[in-house]
């Protein structure tokens, strides 16, 4: 995007307010067909510096799922404030005549690769088949989390559950959210034929431009 350098804001704090107030984004992707371009609420974390981490849900059955296996980079789009400047607001024009009317606008752009963190509810053991193969629910990105707790379709709280990944780094991370003795980790299982039905969810690194 193009910005001119006296209107360009790079002050991280900002940008962040900026997905506060404004959290509707236009998630941008780039798969097998061309681009993808979906609408979502996505809320921001300030980790890990500098510029934090964004987070979105997708449905399984969206098309945009499929962009985000792999490295490919994604771009979010966040609308702030935006209106038309009438250029009879300027005292330069009724001196000397000229008119150039502008529209101002807030906008960031957050680029980075899409991170998929698997939503498989109570689905333990169940596979389901991604377009290509079957797989493992639990098993179709970073990491894949599972419910204990048969109450929580009751709307029951105190809620049990798992964190699967390969990932060493993120299971570290996870083991430090809950204390290294309530955390252990496991190889994902192989590929099986069963069925299933899970939900996704979606992260992306916030990196501006």
Not at 102 to 124: F, K, M, S
Request: charged residues 20%; hydrophobic residues 35%.
């Amino acid at each position: 995007m193009y910005i001119e350098k006296r209107y360009e804001e790079t002050r991280v704090e900002v940008l962040h307010d900026l997905f506060r107030t404004h959290p509707l984004a236009t998630l941008v992707t780039q798969g097998a067909d061309g681009l993808n371009a979906n609408h979502m609420p996505m809320t921001i974390d300030a980790s890990p510096a500098p510029f934090g981490t964004l987070r979105g849900h997708i449905a399984r059955a969206n098309p945009m799922l499929a962009d985000a296996v792999g490295d490919g980079e994604s771009l979010a789009i966040f609308h702030g404030p935006q209106t038309y400047i009438s250029p009879s607001w300027y005292a330069t024009t009724r001196e000397t005549g000229k008119v150039a009317p502008t529209w101002n606008y807030a906008v960031v752009h957050a680029y980075g690769p899409l991170r998929i963190v698997e939503d498989a509810c109570q689905a333990h053991g169940a596979s389901f088949h991604d377009g290509q193969r079957w797989r493992y629910a639990g098993t179709l990105g970073a990491a894949g989390c599972f419910s204990f707790y048969p109450g929580k379709n009751l709307g029951a709280w105190g809620d049990g559950g798992a964190v699967v990944t390969d990932n060493d780094e993120l299971a570290e991370r996870v083991k430090r959210l809950l204390g290294a003795e309530a955390a252990s980790v496991a190889p994902a299982p192989p590929a099986h034929s069963a069925a299933g039905r899970t939900g996704s969810g979606a992260s992306q690194r916030d990196r501006p431009r």
